[in-house]
């Protein structure tokens, strides 16, 4: 692809996270909370409506996705969850999504989490976009093989994040029916 097709896609290699230094220290309402996501994520906004809403902030409570604001009031923690969440949502089921963040936030600090996410999704646009450079390919092979590695990319995510299958029951044999051999 050329150079100048690939300059439309240049935002991907320089988006940028705020790190939890970054975030507010100070407890917020929700419209200064949707105001903040929005200018974080705004260029990752879906064509079809906005990457946050109030709605969409008390479900993910209610799905225990984040935790529940205190006294109407987020924090930098809860920052932190809903940067991740409006990232994560677009490739996973919001069950994977809450199980992911629970067993990362199980593992290590959320201040470092956090910012290790920052760092994988900076890294992870930058990477797609060298990995596009000069390959010479056009437009529309571009968009497909694009297309094409996000569906699998999803696909392996899924199949990662789905929990494992409970192992089958034994049948019990002292349930009044007799077996048949």
Request: hydrophobic letters at 40%; a neutral charge.
């Amino acid at each position: 692809m050329t150079a100048e097709k690939l300059e439309r896609a240049a935002p991907l290699a320089a988006r940028k996270l705020p790190r939890w230094e970054e975030l507010p220290d100070l407890d917020l309402y929700m419209d200064q909370v949707l105001s903040l996501i929005h200018r974080y994520l705004g260029r990752e906004e879906p064509p079809d409506g906005k990457v946050l809403t109030s709605s969409m902030v008390n479900n993910y409570v209610k799905m225990r996705l984040m935790p529940a604001p205190e006294k109407k009031k987020y924090s930098r923690v809860h920052l932190a969850y809903l940067i991740a969440i409006c990232v994560l949502k677009t490739s996973l089921p919001m069950a994977a999504v809450r199980d992911l963040l629970q067993q990362a936030v199980a593992e290590r600090e959320e201040s470092v989490l956090y910012n290790e996410f920052c760092d994988l999704y900076e890294d992870t646009g930058r990477r797609v976009l060298e990995e596009r450079a000069g390959d010479g390919l056009s437009r529309s092979s571009v968009i497909l093989r694009a297309a094409l590695r996000a569906q699998t990319e999803q696909t392996l995510a899924w199949m990662l994040a789905e929990p494992e299958a409970a192992e089958p029951k034994e049948k019990k044999h002292g349930s009044g029916k007799k077996s048949e051999k």
